[in-house]
């Protein structure tokens, strides 16, 4: 059953999709700061400049890339390639160029897909200095000979800073779960900005609804060196995070892929698995690989959270991935949507867990003298009935209702709801804080 507060998300995420697709987003700049503020808009978004120059971990932040223009001009005088067409026109990160020369040596400086002649591929040189342009192999195989004019007026600003948003749903408790996606690719729709209006829609959701028992944070920041310095500032939390979900690529009409956390056994993963075993639509689990998203940072050895992954088709697997042929066409209302409740729904379990302990645990409590029994009939009845059993049975304090949920079979919310129905009747103690 849709919760009331998932109506329009489908509709609510494309939009959001619209209006950000074409902003310059990049490891640093005003792309992402345009998109922090687009959702901003929706729930509120914190945002932390992390100053270029900034050791975190291995890595560096790197000066702040802004770009003015850059375009190249054939011999006959027309454009032949212009980054104000797309973003993904321009190599991320090309250094300043102002030069004429031959087709030759321009071409040294061109990227296409010869496999994919009507697609401009994705490229960045965030590391290594470099500049370049990306094309359609069709229009770099009509380029005339003779000589071009290279533009690309950008800048490489070493007083600049890298940007990063969090949303923070304040819990009633200490402990802490983590979402996370990137937010550094402009111009494609699936990778990765599905997965930021994704959690843009799952920000404004859970701003909305009672104040869950644990602090939802949610981080929206450039890819890799993003999650590497959110987690090197944030040293002194990370012990409190009890679960994690690494969000990207969930636009795609792929089946939901659920890749568990390095533990490979933490709530996360179980709650992962009991929520897609009961959705209505095909889904996969995967063991952990070192390879995906931001999960790679988050399970490092030096950290090993309990943080797990989840997307539709999972990056680098479909053929659009990286190319313009990842647009809009190819991510919809629907997968968006049962993305968002899949996504939902795991959380949901990691909140409403518990290990519940029985007020009457020497031989079976009457439950008909408490109007517990099934009076209605009905399977949901009969379900319900099953779930408080196994719950009473299970309710010794060791196990939680998860294992209730696993051992029997049923939907994590019936037995959430017979957990409810028998704490109600005084047949378990109250729920620890
Ligand atoms: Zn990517």
Same mark, same amino acid.
């Given at each position: 059953m849709t919760p009331p507060d998932l109506a329009g998300a489908g509709a609510r995420m494309l939009a959001l999709m619209r209006e950000t697709f074409d902003l310059p987003r990049s490891l640093t700049g005003d792309g992402v700061r345009r998109t922090l503020a687009a959702i901003d808009t929706l729930v509120p978004v914190q945002v932390t400049e992390v100053r270029s120059g900034t050791v975190v971990g291995d890595w560096t932040v790197p000066p702040e890339w802004r770009v003015r223009e850059a375009h190249v001009t054939g011999? %006959?005088?027309?454009?032949?390639?212009?980054?104000? %067409?797309?973003?993904?026109h321009l190599v991320g990160y090309s250094t300043p160029v102002r030069a004429r020369m031959d087709r030759d040596a321009l071409l040294a400086h061109v990227h296409s897909l010869p496999g994919r002649p009507d697609a401009v591929p994705y490229r960045t040189s965030y590391w290594v200095p470099e500049w370049g342009f990306c094309m359609r192999h069709r229009d770099v195989e009509a380029l005339p000979a003779g000589e071009y004019e290279v533009v690309i007026d950008a800048e490489l600003d070493p007083l600049g800073s890298m940007t990063m948003g969090e949303i923070v749903i304040q819990g009633t408790g200490g402990d802490e779960v983590l979402v996370s996606t990137p937010v550094? $690719?402009?111009? *494609?729709?699936?990778?990765?900005l599905s997965g930021v209006v994704l959690l843009a829609e799952l920000g404004r959701i859970l701003a909305g609804r009672p104040a869950p028992r644990r602090t939802h944070r949610i981080l929206l920041s450039p890819g890799t060196i993003g999650p590497i310095a959110w987690l090197a500032a944030n040293a002194e939390r990370l012990p409190r995070i009890h679960a994690g979900l690494a969000v990207m690529c969930v636009g795609d009409p792929g089946a939901i892929t659920y890749k568990a956390s390095r533990r490979g056994d933490a709530p996360v993963d179980r709650a992962a698995a009991l929520a897609l075993a009961h959705r209505p639509e095909p889904h996969e689990l995967r063991a952990f690989i070192p390879w995906g998203g931001d999960e790679r940072q988050f399970c490092s050895p030096g950290y090993d959270l309990p943080v797990g992954a989840i997307s539709r088709?999972?990056?680098?697997?479909?053929?659009?991935? $990286?190319?313009?042929?990842?647009?809009?066409? *190819?991510?919809g209302a629907e997968a968006l949507e049962g993305s968002l409740a899949a996504v939902l729904e795991i959380l949901e379990i990691l909140e409403g867990d518990e290990r519940p302990v029985s007020t009457?645990?020497?031989?079976?409590?009457?439950l008909g003298r408490r109007g517990l029994t099934n009076r209605r009939g009905g399977e949901k009845g009969n379900q319900l009935e099953m779930a408080m059993l196994w719950v009473l049975n299970l309710a010794d304090g060791a196990h939680s209702l998860t294992d209730a949920a696993e051992r029997c079979g049923l939907p994590f919310p019936v037995v959430r709801e017979a957990a409810d129905a028998l704490r109600a009747a005084g047949l378990l103690a109250p729920r620890a804080a």
């Open positions: 011999p %006959d005088g027309a454009r032949v390639v212009d980054v104000a %067409d797309s973003p993904l550094c $690719h402009p111009g *494609l729709a699936n990778d990765n088709t999972p990056p680098g697997e479909y053929p659009e991935n $990286h190319t313009s042929a990842d647009d809009l066409s *190819l991510v009457n645990p020497f031989g079976e409590p009457q």
